[in-house]
């Protein structure tokens, strides 16, 4: 099954706990990207990534880090969590072809951090 | 100006009547649009895209572009309760990038 899986789906934590969201996608997709979704303010992107080894930043980066080792995972990084943070997280990919390519969404992570 | 806007919600409708969401962008530039819906806790799923001026139609869903009037908006014919969900617009911008709109909240009453 296609798919875009994120881990974890729940996430409490504290200030200052380093922590790594993971995603894996299976349909070989060249493009992938973080949001963040926050009541009122919709889906925000955080990072992009265009294929392995190429990633630059959304509209919102401060505070995440992130890296595209191999093209199927493209973990969201946390060195220092805050609770300005806490947000729902949704992992998406897709195709490089044309701008007409939707994106497929992971089932989300909910971090909060305390 | 936010680059992507819709209608605020939320949108309340009876079963069986036409729900209308609307979304207006900025950058005149942008080349395609989407519509996904969200339920409660769920993630994003693409409904509709549409990238030529007029209407596109696919079963209870209609989407209507006026490149233009920088608009582009979303029908729902014979509404049911199973419609009632978060309605998000997206526009490329530039590349594969996408800006959301907020998002417009159906509830559609039994």
């Known amino acids: 099954e296609a798919q875009v899986t994120q881990n974890p789906r729940y996430l409490i934590t504290v200030t200052g706990k380093k922590l790594t969201v993971t995603c894996s996608q299976n349909?070989?997709?060249?493009?992938m990207s973080w949001y963040r979704q926050d009541p009122g303010l919709g889906l925000r992107q955080i990072y992009y990534?265009?294929?392995?080894?190429?990633?630059d930043k959304g509209d919102v980066p401060e505070g995440y880090k992130v890296s595209r080792k191999e093209k199927r995972n493209f973990p969201l990084i946390l060195e220092s969590p805050s609770p300005n943070q806490t947000s729902l997280y949704f992992c998406?990919?897709?195709?490089?072809?044309?701008?007409?390519?939707?994106?497929?969404f992971g089932d989300g992570t909910r971090l909060s951090i305390l | 100006q936010k680059e992507v806007e819709q209608n605020s919600g939320p949108l309340s409708v009876p079963e069986g009547a036409i729900a209308s969401l609307n979304c207006t962008y900025s950058?005149?530039?942008?080349?395609?649009f989407f519509w996904y819906r969200q339920y409660s806790g769920k993630s994003p799923e693409l409904i509709m895209f549409?990238?030529?001026?007029g209407d596109k139609e696919d079963g209870r869903f209609t989407a209507q572009l006026n490149k233009a009037s920088q608009y582009v908006s979303l029908l729902i014919r014979d509404s049911q309760p199973s419609d009632s969900a978060t309605y998000l617009c997206?526009?490329?911008?530039?590349?594969?990038?996408?800006?959301f709109g907020a998002g417009t909240t159906v509830t559609v009453r039994a």
């Open positions: 998406a990919s897709s195709l490089v072809g044309d701008s007409n390519q939707p994106q497929h």
């Open positions: 349909m070989n997709h060249e493009y």
């Open positions: 990534s265009m294929n392995v080894e190429v990633t």
């Open positions: 950058d005149r530039g942008s080349q395609s």
């Open positions: 549409i990238y030529s001026n």
């Open positions: 997206a526009v490329n911008i530039y590349d594969y990038k996408l800006s």
